[in-house]
């Protein structure tokens, strides 16, 4: 994949993991797409590392969606739990 399918992967991934999880976030557009981004290469270096499962160079390759969407809810898990409480409500 281009770096460009990288990107969109990672903002869609980014925005469905901030679907799943419902809350108040700093960073906007931005934001996910940085955190969906990330959570597409943890993804899927988590897949092929500990599930056999290489990377495929198909962006319509479910797998890959999973990958990627399941990492952006870890580091949206993550940023929740190290940064929830610093910002004023």
């Keep these: 994949m281009s770096i460009i399918s990288w990107i969109v992967l990672g903002l869609l991934s980014g925005a469905v993991a901030k679907i799943l999880l419902p809350g108040r976030d700093p960073g906007g557009l931005i934001g996910t797409t940085l955190i969906g981004?990330?959570?597409?290469?943890?993804?899927?270096w988590a897949s092929a590392r500990y599930l056999d499962r290489p990377i495929a160079n198909e962006f319509y390759d479910g797998a890959t969606w999973a990958a990627a969407v399941g990492g952006a809810l870890a580091l949206l898990v993550v940023y929740r739990i190290l940064f929830?409480?610093?910002r004023s409500r």
């Design 84 to 86: 929830g409480h610093s």
């Design 37 to 44: 981004v990330a959570g597409a290469f943890i993804g899927g």
